[in-house]
């Protein structure tokens, strides 16, 4: 089988890494950079993207994968379903094309998402990517799930996985849309809830003392070196970051709904105050930089 026409929007930092690897596995992978600056154009030749109107990408493309900030997930399918009804009587030579939407929205917004697909002729699936974007000694995993009539498209994702993409699919009992965003927000949530849980604590000892704070990473250092660790490279990492999880964080709490939903909710509270002080506003970094160095200098005398 010939490899697929396939389109990628946008060619953003994720997206063009993604290209580059189906494209350099001979799939012609479709864009459109109206409107988009001269670092995007010039990314998106560089992963082999090929710039092409909407109506192109409509009639030609057998898949989209909507990979764009979360708040213009919903335009993009939009954007995608008017070119599409645009040139259907054209639209024979991919009767039936998948669009993925691969972003970091809750369940409710994915369905909400999924629900424009109704009556149209485009079938819809439910993605999220773990990872970081493709580098070369890593790769993120692509996770789909779609509703029973859309199960087809499962089938020919996973061919994606001919040209280098790492891929698995949510299938059994109950799996559909809003599936795979569910996951991106249970693995996003312990992951960075951890961080933020380290960072939580560390803040606390700090504010009863600077000799709870020295016992703290003493005893982590002696009984939970691993922990500790980590927290050396998570923490640091956090900073630049933190403004994009406060919004995370709440996201993930709508996601875990009811009182557990306190939880992230708290979080977000936490990486605020440290996204502040990353401002200059509160002393919260200075605290956790201290930490890092200190853990640093222990973790490496206790080696
Ligand atoms: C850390 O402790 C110092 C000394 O008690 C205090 O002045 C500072 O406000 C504390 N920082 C945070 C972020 O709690």
């Known amino acids: 089988?010939?490899?697929?026409?396939?389109?990628?929007?946008?060619?953003?930092?994720?997206?063009?890494?993604?290209?580059?690897?189906?494209?350099?596995?001979?799939?012609?992978?479709?864009?459109?950079?109206?409107?988009?600056?001269?670092?995007?154009?010039?990314?998106?030749?560089?992963?082999?993207?090929?710039?092409?109107?909407?109506?192109?990408?409509?009639?030609?493309?057998?898949?989209?994968?909507?990979?764009?900030?979360?708040?213009?997930?919903?335009?993009?399918?939009?954007?995608?379903?008017?070119?599409?009804?645009?040139?259907?009587?054209?639209?024979?030579?991919?009767?039936?094309?998948?669009?993925?939407?691969?972003?970091?929205?809750?369940?409710?917004?994915?369905?909400?998402?999924a629900s424009k697909f109704d009556g149209s002729d485009v079938r819809f699936a439910d993605g999220c990517i773990i990872g970081f974007p493709p580098s070369h000694d890593?790769?993120?995993?692509?996770?789909?799930?779609?509703?029973?009539?859309?199960?087809?498209?499962?089938k020919e994702l996973e061919n994606l996985g001919q040209y280098g993409l790492k891929l698995a699919t949510l299938t059994g009992d109950g799996a559909g849309v809003g599936d795979a965003s569910a996951l991106k927000m249970s693995y996003g949530g312990i992951l960075k809830g951890i961080t933020g849980l380290f960072t939580t604590m560390v803040l606390a000892a700090n504010a009863s003392s600077s000799a709870t704070t020295t016992a703290l990473l003493n005893e982590l250092a002696i009984s939970q070196p691993s922990l500790l660790q980590r927290s050396t490279q998570t923490i640091p990492?956090?900073?630049?970051?933190?403004?994009?999880?406060?919004?995370e964080m709440r996201e993930i709490s709508t996601f875990v709904s009811g009182p557990?939903?306190?939880?992230?909710?708290?979080?977000?509270?936490?990486?605020?105050?440290?996204?502040?002080?990353?401002?200059?506003?509160?002393?919260?970094?200075?605290?956790?930089?201290k930490f890092v160095k200190d853990a640093e200098a222990v973790l490496k005398d206790t080696q």
């Open 237 to 247: 990492d956090m900073f630049p970051k933190a403004y994009r999880w406060v919004d």
């Open 1 to 113: 089988m010939a490899p697929p026409t396939i389109a990628i929007i946008a060619a953003g930092a994720m997206g063009s890494p993604i290209a580059k690897i189906l494209a350099t596995s001979g799939v012609t992978v479709l864009t459109n950079l109206d409107g988009r600056s001269e670092t995007t154009r010039r990314r998106a030749r560089d992963a082999g993207m090929v710039d092409v109107p909407w109506s192109d990408i409509a009639l030609r493309a057998s898949c989209i994968l909507s990979i764009v900030p979360p708040a213009e997930a919903g335009n993009l399918a939009t954007r995608y379903l008017e070119s599409r009804s645009a040139v259907r009587t054209h639209a024979t030579k991919v009767p039936q094309p998948i669009f993925v939407d691969c972003n970091a929205v809750g369940p409710t917004t994915v369905q909400e998402i």
């Open 138 to 154: 890593s790769s993120p995993t692509f996770y789909f799930a779609a509703n029973a009539p859309d199960v087809s498209a499962l």
């Open 260 to 289: 557990m939903g306190d939880v992230h909710r708290g979080l977000a509270s936490v990486f605020e105050i440290v996204e502040k002080s990353v401002n200059g506003d509160g002393n919260a970094r200075q605290v956790l930089e």
